[in-house]
């Protein structure tokens, strides 16, 4: 297995088929684009911002997970840098590793871009443990995010 940065013009319709799986997994996706089409230009929106990358890991020619982070300054603390997890995601039949291996691979990308902290979230659809796995990266617990239509 290869974890590594993201091509988008490389990677376009694998990354799609990850995202599309990873949103059909969630409680709630309302936010989200309806379209093949949206969903495309939103993407492709988001990893064009210098602050954003998006990292995948590949087995046999699949990407079979992803992480996008952002690396900002925190609102709080100007000098200190922010990486913050915008979603992560594993196929359904991705080797067992794939998962502590892209987050070995950010903790490791945060250090040598200079963030300071990490933030990752816990979705209500996310695989029991998760939680546990945060925790052994030396990360706590800290707000529960609640979201809804208007």
């Not at 200079?114 to 939680?131: C, D, E, I, Q, Y």
């Amino acid at each position: 297995m290869e974890v590594r940065l993201a091509n988008w013009s490389t990677d376009k319709q694998k990354i799609m088929a990850g995202a599309k799986d990873f949103i059909g997994r969630m409680d709630f996706n309302g936010f989200l684009p309806d379209s093949d089409a949206e969903l495309s230009d939103a993407i492709s929106q988001v990893m064009s911002y210098e602050f954003v990358e998006v990292t995948v890991a590949e087995h046999d020619g699949d990407i079979v997970g992803g992480i996008g982070m952002s690396y900002i300054p925190s609102l709080w603390n100007p000098n200190a840098v922010m990486a913050e997890e915008l979603f992560w995601w594993a196929s359904q039949g991705a080797p067992k590793t794939t998962s502590l291996r892209l987050l070995r691979f950010i903790k490791d990308r945060a250090s040598s871009v200079g963030a300071n902290f990490l933030s990752f979230k816990r979705l209500t659809s996310s695989p029991n443990g998760v939680s546990k796995v945060y925790e052994r990266m030396g990360l706590r617990e800290l707000e529960t995010t609640f979201i809804g239509g208007l």
